[in-house]
């Protein structure tokens, strides 16, 4: 099993910057790659953004390119998504994810899931 924790998240105004972290714990070994993904009431879960844990791959979704950055610390088996500029579209709960594939972008690609963290951007 492997166990996801996510935190970081809060309020924030429009044009602010908020850091999410996610914390793996467990048998890590078996996942190649972690991403976040987003959802608000009444809409299919987003992917945010993937990376895998030799930091040398990552995928962004169209709608957050330019402003989110997504980041590995594999030693500490934690993975990061720095978000800037922030709009209040990116208002949403925040999941991290763990897959056993080197490239997955795709919701049902992520095997274990965080319980996920609360952004709110104000506008």
């Known amino acids: 099993q492997v166990q996801l924790v996510e935190s970081g998240g809060g309020l924030v105004q429009a044009g602010g910057s908020l850091r999410l972290s996610c914390a793996a714990s467990?048998?890590?070994?078996?996942?190649?790659?972690m991403g976040w993904f987003r959802q608000v009431p009444g809409k299919e879960r987003e992917f945010v953004a993937a990376?895998?844990?030799?930091?040398?791959?990552?995928y962004y979704a169209d709608s957050v390119k330019g402003r989110f950055t997504i980041s590995v610390d594999n030693a500490k088996n934690t993975v990061y998504l720095q978000m800037n500029s922030q709009k209040p579209d990116d208002t949403a709960v925040y999941y991290c994810?763990?897959?056993?594939?080197?490239?997955?972008?795709?919701?049902?690609?992520?095997?274990?899931w965080g319980q996920g963290t609360q952004v709110t951007v104000s506008s």
């Open positions: 994810a763990a897959s056993r594939l080197g490239r997955p972008v795709k919701t049902y690609e992520f095997r274990y």
């Open positions: 990376i895998n844990w030799s930091g040398d791959w990552t």
């Open positions: 467990g048998r890590t070994f078996s996942t190649y790659a």
